[in-house]
């Protein structure tokens, strides 16, 4: 290897073959197999000799700072000062302006059913297979949600069904960006329909009132809080993925028999 063109072209080279040698030393290049070896980057590695000794550099370590929660990007003109009473807010939230949800669809399906409900459903969004039928459930699945009320003695007409996100997003999915708002929402609606309880379908929904994913939630009775009032709630498997996994109807069953029982009239 020729290193004639390294460095100063006036250095002798005698000197540039002293400064390869020092160089070798240094990156330990001349030691037995049976030295131990050192690491150029360790902080105490060895000098090389007659090497003048660099005083260690002192780093002041900087504050680390999480980063700044995104903000979600809002409709122009939303406000979240709800109309007090249900009809009011139901024609509210058909105005697509009012709707976090205009930003990724214009096919809505609302709340629907009784006031003073025995039970309030609340589920993440519509089901892809029921917006066109402007359900929030494929017919599959609400035939499976019927059976479900049946089971606890609670027909159609005592019940609430409301989703958190009134349209279908892209993936299915309610960024966590948005949570805040949509449980503002929600919340303002529980108010308003007041329910004697409430069942949670799915992960989002659960995350979004329990802080807690679908699996953790429905373990133990929950409680909704809305304004100075707390209701009963259970957390369980959305009637799709009963469909889907017939296996885990029984653990369903079990969530529901969480709830008091309601006797048929």
């Known amino acids: 290897m020729n290193f004639s063109t390294l460095g100063n072209p006036e250095i002798s080279n005698v000197e540039q073959i002293n400064s390869l040698r020092d160089w070798w030393k240094l990156a330990g290049v001349d030691l037995h197999y049976s030295d131990k070896p050192a690491s150029l980057l360790a902080e105490n590695a060895p000098a090389a000799a007659g090497a003048v000794p660099i005083p260690a550099k002192t780093i002041v370590p900087t504050e680390s700072k999480p980063p700044s929660p995104k903000e979600g990007h809002l409709p122009e003109g939303f406000s979240e000062d709800y109309p007090a009473q249900y009809d009011e807010f139901l024609a509210w939230l058909a105005i697509p302006e009012n709707l976090i949800e205009s930003q990724w669809s214009q096919n809505y399906?609302?709340?629907?059913?009784?006031?003073?409900?025995?039970?309030?459903?609340?589920?993440?969004?519509?089901?892809?297979?029921?917006?066109?039928?402007?359900?929030?459930?494929?017919?599959?699945?609400?035939?499976l949600l019927a059976n479900m009320m049946k089971a606890i003695g609670c027909d159609s007409e005592k019940i609430h069904i409301a989703p958190i996100?009134?349209?279908?997003?892209f993936d299915g999915r309610i960024d966590a960006q948005y949570h805040s708002a949509l449980k503002k929402r929600a919340l303002h609606l529980i108010t308003l329909v007041r329910p004697k309880r409430i069942i949670i379908f799915g992960d989002t929904a659960s995350h979004l009132f329990f802080n807690e994913n679908l699996l953790t939630a429905r373990k133990n009775l929950q409680f909704v809080n809305h304004v100075s009032s707390k209701t009963e709630a259970i957390a369980t498997f959305h009637p799709r993925i009963l469909n889907e996994r017939p296996e885990f109807k029984a653990e369903a069953w079990k969530d529901l028999q969480l709830l008091t029982r309601i006797p048929s009239i």
């Open 109 to 143: 399906v609302l709340p629907a059913g009784a006031i003073d409900p025995e039970i309030m459903i609340i589920t993440g969004m519509p089901e892809q297979s029921g917006l066109s039928q402007n359900s929030l459930f494929s017919e599959k699945s609400a035939a």
């Open 165 to 169: 996100s009134v349209a279908r997003s």
